[in-house]
């Protein structure tokens, strides 16, 4: 036998031991190996294990079955992984869909606040500035009446001011009767 010829025979035996472990270890599990018009039909593991034993090797048939059985287990399995990714990332979307709604109907609010505030404020201006003109012209008018006096003495205390003024008014000669003149209030500079 040439060496060629020993490395195939070799292969084979690896591969039919790594296939009958496979398919040994899929009946154990409790798995189908055929399946008939697309109904897997569950074999018992004891009748199963016995009809495999180590030394058989695997039919291609049987080794065909179970890459189905296998493919379609790993088929349906991602599927439902995709599925329920799918649903998650569907719910989380929907909530940022929400949130954002909500966001941007606080923006849409606070975007309508500033712009009445905004067209307030040309009012509030001219309002502020006609106030600006009467303030100082109603100051002036409480002032008329008003007197300032100079030359009174520094030695007149202020408790004592209102009398020495009282006193002083008659001797001007103002025509005033004591009784209507009236002093508020009466201070130094």
């Given at each position: ?24 270890t899929k009946l154990r599990e409790g798995h189908s190996l ?38 379609d287990t790993l088929q349906f399995n991602m599927k439902k ?86 006193d002083m008014f008659p001797t001007l000669t103002l025509a ?14």
């Open positions: 036998m040439s060496q060629r010829q020993k490395n195939k025979a070799t292969k084979a035996e690896r591969a039919s031991f790594f296939l009958a472990r496979t398919a040994r055929y399946k008939d018009g697309g109904k897997a039909r569950s074999l018992s593991p004891s009748a199963s294990l016995n009809s495999l034993s180590e030394d058989q090797p695997l039919t291609t048939a049987t080794m065909r079955h179970m890459l189905t059985d296998l493919a992984q995709l599925q329920s990714l799918t649903a998650d990332l569907r719910k989380d979307i929907s909530d940022i869909g929400q949130r954002t709604g909500h966001m941007e109907q606080k923006l849409d609010e606070c975007a309508d606040a500033h712009n009445c505030l905004a067209n307030k404020v040309p009012d509030y201006e001219a309002t502020l500035n006609s106030y600006k003109i009467k303030v100082p012209d109603m100051e002036d008018r409480s002032r008329r009446n008003n007197i300032r006096i100079r030359s009174i003495l520094e030695t007149v205390l202020a408790a004592g001011l209102n009398n020495y003024l009282q005033i009767h004591p009784d209507q003149l009236i002093v508020d209030r009466a201070h130094q500079l």
